[in-house]
């Protein structure tokens, strides 16, 4: 398996502040095909923006809602970068405005449409390389569908997301299971069902979804979100937390850029996101966001340290390290541990 030296031209996160004026956001280092941005300092909508449903197609990560136009929220998607409008929700100014973050991830554009599965997709974007593809479809409400991701390698993680109407999102990770999903608006903890991925786990060409609404409800529009795991650049994986200050360490195989955790089983609790660019350094406390909410940016004593060869948790924060919890997590890169040159990455 190839190592990807550069994790920079497949995922990276910019900050910025927002002037209350339609202008071009740069430093991703390349055009990106799926776009969250949340505001730092105000509770406002995450804002998700793919390039398979297009800009101004927006979707809110902390709940139901369906997919809806906004004219004035990411306008484009460009060589380096983004176009946002005038929206508070990823361009505030003054008093109602302030900081952002926009994680960004390349697929390949538009795409296509696949043809492997019982249900063709209407776009397929997929990037092999970074083992990531967007997909879009319209289900069936037949149990045992099949859906061609593109990927050529097994996906670890997949979101889905009904657009047509409120819904939950749907999550599967392989270390929860084909038999259950974890919602990613929720601090539900996984709920085991049939309809949300039939018991089949996905293969190197196709995910297979059930009948339930989320994923495969009649003549309902989905959006899929899919992940391979890639040496150096990514990984999908599950810890046990063990309540101390010198926490539970979890081995990546990279120095992270990005890492999203979730409990699972121990309590009910948020999903948790942390990146080197809010936080570029490991401190005595980190920053971090909440996917399944609205709320600002928040410090957390219990903190993430992100190292050259993983992620390290303090404390007995319930929400990433309590005593005996299980948890999933995802991540991605800014330098693998061990480069194809054979040089090794250096700690923050």
Known sequence: ???????????N???YSGTGSENARTGVNFQPDWVWIKQRNGSTNQMLTDSVRGATKTLHSQNTDAESTDAQALKSFNSDGFTVGTDTDVNGAGGTGGTYVAWNW?????????TDGTINTTYTSVNTTAG????????????????????????????????????QWCVYHQSIGNTKRIKLNSTDTPSTGSG???????????????????VNGSNGNYIAYCFAEKQGYSKFGSYTGNGN?????????????????????GQTDNWIMQD?????????SSQRLRPNSSGAEFSSSNEIDLLSNGFKTHG??????????????????????????????TAR
């Open 276 to 284: 080197n660019k809010i936080n570029s350094f490991n401190g005595a």
């Open 132 to 167: 990531f593809s967007i997909s879009k479809f319209t289900g069936n409400n037949t149990s045992g569908a099949t859906i061609g991701h593109g990927l050529g390698a097994v996906p670890k993680m997949i979101i889905v997301k009904r657009l047509d109407t409120a819904d």
């Open 13 to 15: 996160t910019v900050l």
């Open 1 to 11: 398996m190839a190592i990807i030296d550069d994790p920079s031209n497949f995922f």
């Open 196 to 214: 949300y991925w039939n018991n089949t786990t996905p293969t190197s060409s196709l995910f297979t979804i059930g009948n339930s609404s989320e």
């Open 245 to 265: 200050a010198d926490g539970a360490f979890v081995y990546t195989g990279f120095k992270p850029a990005f890492v999203m955790v979730k409990i699972t089983a």
């Open 316 to 345: 007995a924060d319930g929400e990433i390290n309590g005593s005996g919890f299980s948890y999933i997590y995802m991540a991605f890169a800014e330098n693998p541990f061990v480069a194809s040159n054979f040089n090794a990455a």
């Open 106 to 114: 390349k697929a390949n554009g538009q795409g296509s449409s696949n």
